[in-house]
């Protein structure tokens, strides 16, 4: 089974400049997740889809960043402008369903790495 | 709000020996919780989790964790450690049910756990 597929891996913009992720999860997965990870911290939730719709963006800066879904499938991460801040690893996951149950757990792809100078 | 706490940022232990990785946990009603593995320049990996039931876990590559409710605990074990386990290991932690609330999944900050040969 092929897991969930970040592109790229690797990203160096300056400082006001906007950049885009993207995901594949895993197929047949529902939901699908953003998260932000900065040195030294554990991942936090920037965004939660249901399919394509939103089910929480509570933490995710929507004055700079974005993202969608538009298909159920594969998603988009944006953000512009970036800030210095925004340094980190941008991780995606999926997970079969939502909401509760043994098929809740979430898999990780291997991430994109920002740099923002 | 709920939080996860991991004490301790490094843990060593000697090859063979057993290691043990600490979390404790804050949560509104009953827990579900995780503990994921990352190796460097990889996203995370799912090692084990607690739903409902016995409060031993079992999980990948040998792990362990009980889940301690009166201690809010989930600590992470594994009988006998190997070079290969060192990593990053995050617990995570959400509540299994939050009414009209979010079920997002909060991580703690991350042990690096060493094993030395």
């Known amino acids: 089974e092929a897991g969930v597929a970040q592109s790229p891996r690797y990203k160096i913009i300056e400082k006001r400049q906007s950049v885009a992720f993207w995901c594949n999860p895993i197929s047949g997965h529902a939901t699908l997740y953003w998260y932000q990870q900065i040195l030294g911290q554990g991942p936090k939730l920037l965004i939660q889809?249901?399919?394509?719709?939103?089910v929480d963006d509570s933490q995710l800066p929507k004055d700079r960043f974005s993202a969608e879904r538009l298909k159920g499938v594969d998603s988009t991460l944006k953000i512009q402008p970036a800030k210095l801040e925004d340094s980190a690893v941008y991780l995606c996951?999926?997970?079969?369903?939502w909401g509760g149950g043994v098929q809740e757990t979430q898999y990780f792809g291997p991430g994109t790495r920002l740099l923002v100078l | 709000a709920q939080s996860v706490a991991q004490p301790e940022d490094q843990v060593n232990v000697a090859e063979g020996n057993p290691l043990t990785v600490k979390c404790t946990y804050s949560v509104s009603g009953n827990p579900y919780l995780f503990w994921y593995v990352q190796y460097p320049n990889r996203g995370l990996q799912f090692l084990l989790k607690?739903?409902?039931?016995?409060?031993l876990v079992k999980g990948s590559y040998g792990f362990e964790a009980e889940f301690n409710k009166s201690q809010t605990s989930f600590h992470l074990k594994k009988p006998s450690a190997l070079v290969s386990d060192s990593a990053l290991y995050f617990c995570?932690?959400?509540?299994?049910?939050?009414?009209?609330?979010?079920?997002?999944?909060?991580f703690g900050k991350g042990t690096k756990l060493s094993v030395i040969p």
């Open positions: 996951a999926s997970s079969l369903v």
């Open positions: 889809f249901q399919n394509n719709g939103v």
């Open positions: 995570a932690v959400r509540p299994a049910y939050s009414g009209a609330g979010s079920y997002q999944l909060t």
């Open positions: 607690y739903i409902t039931g016995d409060n």
